[in-house]
């Protein structure tokens, strides 16, 4: 995900970090979305995201050997099952999605209809999306104010070789 920095304001970023530049946060966007990285409460509804199914084990985002949380028992029983049937993946749209905001949890269709998952956040042509596996290669679209719009989905480079399960 490249490097995010906390620097006194006026700091000349080349001198610290050699050959890097400074992006706009809409850039930081579309790149965590073609990573298929989540953020914050839209990427992430509380009550609603699952830490396995939103790729937090794979982030070194949950322990297996430590501490307490809400839902720590599911969480390590569906780990060391090793069932995970749905996950947030990149998706790419085939046209720019409009200005306006589509629902949070908009339903992703497979071209037969049936419901292959639900959108979570998005740019232009890019976005993250909690979708079943066993759809992710298949044509998939989004209704969007009445109209249809394609989309593909894939497998980020930087998840484990095992993470078809």
């Known amino acids: 995900m490249g490097w995010r920095l ?22 930081y966007h579309r ?16 009550g609603v995201a699952l830490p396995l199914e939103s790729n937090l084990a794979y982030m070194n985002g949950v322990s297996f050997t430590k501490g307490c949380y809400i839902g720590q028992e599911l969480t390590a029983r569906t780990h060391h099952v090793g069932v995970i049937r749905k996950r947030l993946v990149p998706v790419q749209f085939s046209a720019p999605l409009p200005q306006e905001n589509i629902p949070e949890g908009a339903e992703i269709l497979t071209e037969s209809g049936k419901s292959a998952g639900k959108f ?43 993470a078809s399960k």
Do not use: F, M
Not at 7 to 26: C, F, M, Q, T
Not at 124 to 138: K, M, S, T, V, Y
């Open 31 to 46: 790149h965590r979305y073609k990573q298929g990285i989540p953020e914050g409460v839209k990427d992430l509804p509380p």
């Open 120 to 162: 979570r956040a998005g740019g232009d042509e890019l976005g993250i999306a909690l979708l079943r596996l066993a759809n992710i290669n298949e044509p998939l679209c989004l209704n969007v104010a009445g109209d249809k719009v394609k989309l593909t989905a894939s497998i980020p480079e930087w998840w484990p070789k095992t």
């Open 6 to 27: 906390i620097i006194k304001a006026g700091a000349n970023l080349p001198e610290i970090i050699p050959g890097s530049r400074v992006e706009d946060i809409g850039d």
